[in-house]
């Protein structure tokens, strides 16, 4: 007969531990029967001694024979097997361990059970704490997924760690009134019968769920069907036991609101500062792509009002220049015949100063525009130094003289006549700075002055200084770095002495910048300025070609092909005044017939023609396909497109050079020059 006090004892002595003694007596360990208890069985199981010793192990633990399945007497040896009791308290996670005991020739087994409840807690905790960070950094790795997939994951995995059966998410509008549903989940699709599910709600008059919207927090309703904020749910629903959601709320506006139901146990804070921090994370992902689908929208409304915008440029330079260089043409022509009084050539000549400074204007604009989009792009090319340092100046040196000014070019002896680099820029740069010292100097002397420096490191590179010094009104020290501001002038516009629009030293500085150089400035009030224009070139050989005096005595015969008949008229009497036989036709098919009856030295094409336009012109007569044209004519654009990619298209077609209209006869006997006696660029 087993000694029941020892056998007391030895399960007191198992304490905190709750254990039970059992008896086989023959029977698997599932049907043994209980012979003795210590009490921290009976509390854990919530039953009284004499229940428990009227029980079998089977009855008390759940599924206790797949545990012992195969023993006569239930032993654990060293293993402690995880194991979960149900009782009326709910699930408890114990710990079991089991073994043999000979006591007074009773063969027993003794079954200790460990509460692990806590420990239970804390790992359920740590794997929510790690499922978090996985969940966190998934999010943030999915960046270049949709804003579908996105909300998809972050509700699967709330659901998931808040361990419960199903959940929504959704968007606040601007006045936090309406809720549009987005991704919502149900366990099985077919236990939602609703006949026409809405994703839109009201919260004005909503029940429970509205709740966090209204109060602005989290909200857990464990007893759902109890609930007397609850309105019901619409027939077919799935029936919902408990519920939680929470509000996302960003700079004091509620922008979602996530919710959760059917946890299997009561939700708790620790549920909804889970939900709240997958949320939030997920809500700045979602305005961040917003904010970069909003900026890649403006970017590409940007960038097609720049592009609407250049078109427009584009035409407006051709529609403003083609009739200002017929005014400018017949003026010069008009100041060329004999028999004009002295006042009729002052006005003329007014008149023509007018156009200049009109043509001055426009192009400026239209060089800011090109330039702020991005379209004035660096064009090396081998240019002769001294041609365009005296291209730039010469025509000028009416206007000094006109206002009793002396402008003087001293070039250093030493100053290269071939380099390589973007001779045009430069060349514009020169005319802002020395039509800028004319305009702002009323008495003395107006100096350009070039030398250059070899560079340390590389001897076939130079750098080019270029000062333009004048003794005008000068610039006070307050406003040195402004005037190179666009639209700035050196003085009030209301009281302004000056004509312009303040955008010659803007132009020329981004100018100088996209050629890697810049342009410094000293000035003082009364003193007059110096501006000196700092740009790298690189050295060329020196290809000894003839002076523009000398190739201008050669007499050409110029087709030119110009719709336009001012232009036309003016461009063929500038020829002629000037030693050249001169035809004219109105169109591209026009030039092709007279070029193919041949005898002609040069070609003067106009860009924008009917029938044929001036680049398909080009196009066919490098071609060799037009019978008896020369391919290598050479040829000369004519346009109002003042663009370097409207000019790089021109030049890659095929023609020798561009002269954009309004342009004086200088600037178009200098290019016919040139044309005839160089070789076309490739």
């Known amino acids: 007969m087993t000694n029941s006090i020892l056998l007391r004892n030895i399960l007191k002595l198992q304490e905190p531990e709750a254990a039970m003694a059992c008896r086989t007596e023959g029977e698997p360990p599932s049907r043994a029967r209980i012979i003795e208890v210590n009490e921290a069985a009976c509390a854990m199981l919530g039953k009284t001694r004499e229940k428990l010793l009227s029980q079998t192990p089977g009855e008390v633990i759940t599924n206790f024979s797949a545990l012992a ?88 995995q709330s659901v998931y760690m808040t361990d419960s059966r199903m959940g929504y998410i959704g968007f606040l509008d601007e006045n936090e009134t309406e809720l549009s549903l987005r991704p919502w989940s149900v366990p099985d699709l077919g236990e939602c019968t609703v006949a026409d599910p809405s994703s839109t709600f009201k919260v004005a008059g909503a029940g429970l769920w509205a709740d966090a919207i209204r109060e602005r927090r989290a909200i857990i309703t464990n007893d759902y069907p109890e609930s007397p904020s609850r309105k019901g749910t619409p027939e077919g629903h799935v029936p919902l036991f408990r519920h939680m959601n929470v509000p996302v709320i960003e700079k004091d506006r509620i922008r979602m609101l996530v919710g959760v139901a059917n946890k299997d146990e ?10 709240t921090l997958i949320m939030e994370r997920v809500w700045y992902m979602i305005l961040r792509k917003r904010m970069e689908a909003d900026l890649i929208r403006a970017m590409r409304e940007a960038r097609q009002a720049d592009r609407a915008k250049t078109q427009f440029l584009a035409n407006m330079s051709h529609e403003l220049r083609t009739p200002l260089n ?70 000028l040196i009416q206007q000094a003289k006109a206002k009793g000014l002396c402008l003087d070019c001293r070039l250093d002896r030493k100053l290269p006549a071939r380099v390589r680099g973007d001779g045009e820029k430069l060349r514009q740069i020169l005319i802002n700075l020395v039509h ?34 004048d003794t005008g009104v000068g ?40 050629m890697d150089g810049t342009i410094v400035m000293e000035s003082s009030p009364g003193k007059g300025s110096v501006f000196t224009l700092i740009v790298p070139l690189r050295l060329c050989p020196d290809r000894g070609e003839a002076c523009a005096a000398k190739q201008r005595k050669r007499n050409l015969n110029i087709l030119i092909a110009e719709d336009e008949e001012v232009n036309a ?32 030295d040069l070609v003067l094409l106009d860009v924008q023609m009917p029938v044929i336009n001036g680049m398909q012109v080009t196009e066919i007569i490098r071609s060799g396909a037009a019978e008896g044209i020369n391919a290598d004519i050479p040829i ?33 006997l200098d290019a016919v020059c040139m044309a005839a006696t160089q070789e076309r660029p490739i």
Do not use: W
């Open 436 to 469: 800028n010292a004319v305009k702002f100097t009323e008495s003395g002397t107006i100096t350009v002055s070039a030398h250059c420096v070899i560079t340390a490191d590389q001897n076939e590179r130079v750098n080019l200084y270029i000062a333009v010094a």
């Open 569 to 600: 008229l003016v461009t063929s009497q500038l020829l002629r005044n000037n030693g050249h036989d001169a035809t004219v036709v109105d169109n591209g098919q026009q030039a092709i017939d007279a070029l193919m009856d041949g005898g002609f």
């Open 69 to 156: 399945e195969g023993q006569a007497i239930f032993e654990t040896g060293s293993k402690r097997i995880e194991h979960t009791l149900y009782g009326r308290n709910g699930a408890l996670p114990v710990e079991i361990r089991s073994h043999a005991l000979e006591l007074d020739g009773d063969s027993l087994f003794v079954i200790t059970l460990r509460d692990i409840s806590v420990r239970r807690r804390r790992e359920m905790k740590s794997d929510l704490d790690e499922q978090r960070f996985k969940t966190l950094y998934t999010l943030s790795r999915m960046f270049d997924r949709t804003e579908e997939e996105i909300l998809d994951y972050a509700l699967v």
């Open 326 to 395: 017929g005014i400018m043409g017949m003026t010069q022509l008009l100041l060329g015949t004999k028999g004009l009084t002295s006042e009729q050539q002052e006005y003329l000549s007014l008149s023509l100063d007018s156009s200049v400074q009109l043509s001055g204007v426009l192009s400026s604009l239209l060089d800011l525009s090109n330039i702020e989009s991005g379209g004035n792009a660096l064009n090396c090319a081998d240019f002769d130094l001294h041609e365009i340092l005296r291209s730039a100046t010469a025509p």
């Open 636 to 668: 000369i654009g004519l346009t109002a497109f003042t663009g370097e990619e409207d000019r790089k298209r021109f030049l890659t077609a095929g023609m020798n050079t561009v002269v954009t209209k309004p342009f004086d006869a200088v600037e178009l």
């Open 475 to 514: 610039i006070p020290e307050d406003k040195h770095e402004a005037v190179f501001e666009s639209f700035m002038l050196g003085e009030d516009y209301m009281t302004k002495r000056y004509s312009g629009a303040g955008l010659g030293l803007a132009i020329s500085r981004k100018l100088a910048e996209i």
């Open 266 to 275: 009561d939700y708790t804070e620790a549920d909804a500062v889970q939900l």
